[in-house]
């Protein structure tokens, strides 16, 4: 009986070790260029309004990370397929994630989103998404395995515009619409400039629709495999200053 102990109370100790010493191994923080929320910095690591709060949470935790550009449905493949430490820097939370990843506190709010829409495509000034998405034969370019936040996401549910889904990161996005192929993208504020100008075309191609309803931006976090222990978590969210 006493070496039957002594061998489960090995057995707890050694998973004690590895439950430590796994909190303790670098994890692969993946980012995608972004900007404003996310810009490569020289040594490999992310900065903008995402990337600099992460990195100086997983730095201020004590978190050792090897930075990887990804595209984002890798990013969102690899965190579904949890097998390994890795997080991605960003991303915005709700109930499908939520199965498969962990969440840090958020790190970002985004301002009230807009739609980029093309010359040919007019509504009234300050209408409502609601009304906007009721208009027949609406076509919205949506990027395929994206989420736009429950409001924006219940709302297609609703009223079930033509989608015209694409896998195309923002800038070939940007390009779409200015041919025609949709009539609009959903962007953040933040953004809305720079992508017209980074597809190389003038902001005045476009138009900014800001619609009466849209709430307040949604919040971004840092999304990790189930891989990354609880303990890691726990120190970002201690180390993460945004309210």
Known sequence: MKARWSWQAGLVLCI?????????EPITVYYNDRPPYLVAAADGSATGLTGTPAAQAFKAAGVPVVWAKVPTNRQLMNIRKDAALECAVGWFRNPEREQFAKFTKPI?????????????FKVREGQRLEDVLAIKGLRVLAKDNYSYGPYIDGLLAKY??????TTSENS???????FNRADFMFVAEEEANYLAEEAG???REFHLIRFADMPKGERRYIMCSKQVPDEVIARLNKVITFE
């Not at 079930?160 to 889904?165: A, E, F, G």
């Open 108 to 120: 970002y709010r985004d301002l009230p989103t807009v739609a980029l829409a093309n010359r040919e």
């Open 201 to 203: 075309f003038s902001a």
């Open 160 to 165: 079930r515009p033509n989608l015209v889904y």
């Open 172 to 178: 070939a996005m940007v390009e779409m619409v200015r």
């Open 16 to 24: 004690a070790c590895s439950g430590v010493s796994r909190a303790q």
